[in-house]
């Protein structure tokens, strides 16, 4: 008898288990259901996100395409003919090119498309990137020179130098990435020819601005050493060559002494060629010259002030002059004869002349093949003495010689073909 009770037992235990597993397998499937119900709402609440998205994008085309639609309206005769004669130049630039090419006039050819790349950009209203350009080439520079330091100094303190020498690696290749961003920006006309043709040449480089630049700056050019003309530099960091700058350490054992970082900041900053206003450097510099301005400007207003005191006016009319120029004049902004936004942008003379070397090969007023101009001499003399003959300028027939001293930083490259 107690066998059969402890089988009933058995079977009514086994069916309880039974039934609180069949209970768990509903309920683990109401959880998923609910689970999915949840993944279900969060899809849909995604879909309507993106539907509100593609209505907004669709609503700023339609937008878009009634602006255009108006210009078409007003201005369509003119859209017209711009757009024909855009087609039409550029056909002619093409017969154009082909030509000089044919003449083998590489100085007529390089000019061409630089003054066919300065028009496009006034046409089209374009941002000019070749600035931004030169900068990051300058910044590459110095994290490789950076680099050749701390690796000759390395031994003195392996771990500190082990370090600067990683983090310039990163900084490097991230600097690079940047090169290729704005190089990748070219388009396929003028400049994308130029820039190719006259960085083909392994030593472009060594042209003789640049070299003149460099000697000018305190470089290496104006030393024996040669260290621009074989930098040592290695195929990885083939977008490094170039001229010295703060970071190079030859031209910090000729001076005797290391920059501080001010100083090197403040160096950069001089001979950074950013003109759009948006870089660091720039804005830094803009706002020095600012300060400066306009402290100028109070100190010459007090001198005149005293000085009017003392020699002009009665003290009665002292008093009315100074009231008179420090009161408002009551002329709105909008409308000012001139106002800041009409006036032109002056491009920067050092700007222009290491931009047309560093990116065309050329040089104002020379004409002289682009190849030609490159000097792979270890010491280029600084300063600079220019022999101006008169008869260059046709001035008659006089034998006449002048000589003047030019200034790397003052003469606008306006050098002509018999200089070089």
């Known amino acids: 008898m107690s066998s059969l009770s402890d089988q009933a037992a058995k079977k009514i235990e086994l069916k309880n288990r039974e039934l609180q597993l069949q209970k768990r397998k509903l309920e683990l499937d109401l959880e998923k259901h609910?689970?999915?119900?949840?993944?279900?709402?969060?899809?849909?609440?995604?879909?309507?996100?993106?539907?509100?998205?593609?209505?907004?994008?669709?609503?700023?085309?339609?937008?878009?395409?009634?602006?255009?639609?108006?210009?078409?309206?007003?201005?369509?005769?003119?859209?017209?003919?711009?757009?024909?004669?855009?087609?039409?130049?550029?056909?002619?630039?093409?017969?154009?090119?082909?030509?000089?090419?044919?003449?083998?006039?590489?100085?007529?050819?390089?000019?061409?498309?630089?003054?066919?790349?300065?028009?496009?950009?006034?046409?089209?209203?374009?941002?000019?990137?070749?600035?931004?350009?030169?900068?990051?080439?300058?910044?590459?520079?110095?994290?490789?020179?950076?680099?050749?330091?701390?690796?000759?100094?390395?031994?003195?303190?392996?771990?500190?130098?082990?370090?600067?020498?990683?983090?310039?690696?990163?900084?490097?290749?991230?600097?690079?990435r940047e090169w290729w961003i704005i190089r990748n920006s070219f388009s396929n006309g003028a400049l994308e020819r130029g820039f190719e043709y006259w960085r083909s040449h392994p030593r472009w480089y060594l042209h003789r601005v640049l070299r003149e630049d460099c000697a000018g700056r305190g470089g290496c050019c104006g030393r024996d050493c040669g260290?621009?003309?074989?930098?040592?530099?290695?195929?990885?960091?083939?977008?490094?060559?170039?001229?010295?700058?703060?970071?190079?350490?030859?031209?910090?054992?000729?001076?005797?002494?290391?920059?501080?970082?001010?100083?090197?900041?403040?160096?950069?900053?001089?001979?950074?060629?950013?003109?759009?206003?948006?870089?660091?450097?720039?804005?830094?510099?803009?706002?020095?010259?600012?300060?400066?301005?306009?402290?100028?400007?109070?100190h010459s207003q007090e001198l005149m002030k005293d000085r009017t005191i003392r020699y002009e006016f009665p003290e009665g009319g002292v008093v009315e002059y100074e009231r008179y120029i420090n009161q408002d004049d009551g002329i709105p902004e909008d409308e000012a004869e001139f106002t800041d936004n009409e006036c032109p942008v002056e491009e920067d003379p050092y700007y222009h002349r290491i931009c047309q070397a560093s990116i065309w090969g050329l040089v104002e007023g020379n004409f002289d093949k682009p190849y030609d101009l490159i000097d792979t001499h270890d010491l280029i003399e600084e300063p600079r003495y220019k022999q101006a003959c008169e008869s260059t300028w046709g001035l008659g027939g006089s034998n006449k010689e002048s000589f003047s001293l030019v200034s790397h930083e003052d003469n606008n490259s306006m050098m002509t073909e018999t200089d070089w």
């Open 227 to 298: 260290c621009c003309v074989d930098r040592k530099l290695g195929s990885h960091r083939k977008l490094a060559v170039g001229h010295c700058t703060i970071e190079c350490g030859c031209c910090q054992k000729a001076r005797g002494f290391e920059l501080s970082e001010d100083e090197k900041r403040y160096l950069s900053i001089r001979y950074a060629v950013s003109q759009d206003g948006t870089s660091k450097k720039n804005f830094e510099l803009k706002d020095l010259q600012l300060k400066n301005l306009e402290l100028q400007r109070i």
């Open 34 to 176: 609910q689970l999915q119900v949840e993944c279900d709402k969060t899809e849909l609440e995604k879909q309507r996100f993106r539907i509100k998205q593609d209505e907004y994008k669709l609503k700023e085309r339609i937008d878009k395409l009634e602006e255009i639609e108006t210009e078409f309206e007003t201005n369509g005769p003119d859209i017209i003919r711009l757009t024909i004669s855009k087609k039409v130049r550029r056909a002619m630039a093409g017969t154009k090119e082909s030509q000089l090419k044919c003449d083998d006039d590489m100085n007529a050819l390089q000019r061409f498309r630089y003054e066919r790349y300065v028009y496009e950009q006034d046409l089209n209203e374009k941002d000019d990137r070749l600035a931004d350009l030169l900068d990051t080439e300058t910044r590459l520079r110095e994290l490789a020179q950076r680099e050749q330091c701390l690796m000759e100094q390395l031994e003195q303190d392996p771990a500190r130098f082990q370090q600067e020498i990683i983090d310039g690696q990163k900084e490097y290749i991230l600097t690079e």
